[in-house]
């Protein structure tokens, strides 16, 4: 039995849609009864990157936010642009790294990437 806990959204690669996958993540983790503000700024630099760096007119961004059973947020925002790996990490990465628990990219399927963040999201005590 898989107790994960998932949502996941398309939105439009602009930046009224980075705005809306800040504002969702928020409501989304209060609704799971979890700390949202690391996770918000999580999303906040993903989503800009997804429609500055990985915007292909005509085509969305998906933001999926995962609970682990053991507490662990997954955060994926996946955009239209596979061929436009992040090299070297910018400030926005930088500031994906200094938040984060762990983050990295994948390929695919074709022709997208994804760029992820987990951290830890206990409930507040």
């Known amino acids: 039995m898989n107790d994960e806990l998932t949502f996941t959204i398309r939105l439009s690669a602009t930046h009224r849609g980075a705005r809306l996958a800040r504002r969702l993540t928020v409501q989304q983790l209060l609704d799971w009864a979890r700390p949202f503000e690391t996770a918000e700024q999580l999303v906040a630099e993903l989503a800009n990157n997804a429609i500055t760096h990985g915007r292909v007119p005509g085509r969305d961004f998906r933001l999926t936010l995962t609970l682990t059973p053991a507490d662990t947020l997954r955060i994926e925002v996946t955009d239209a642009r596979g061929d436009a790996m992040p090299r070297e990490p910018g400030y926005g990465l930088l500031l994906v790294e200094a938040l984060a628990d762990a983050w990295g990219t ?11 963040a987990e951290l830890e999201a206990s409930k507040p005590s």
């Open 106 to 116: 994948r390929l695919g399927p074709p022709p997208t990437k994804t760029v992820w």
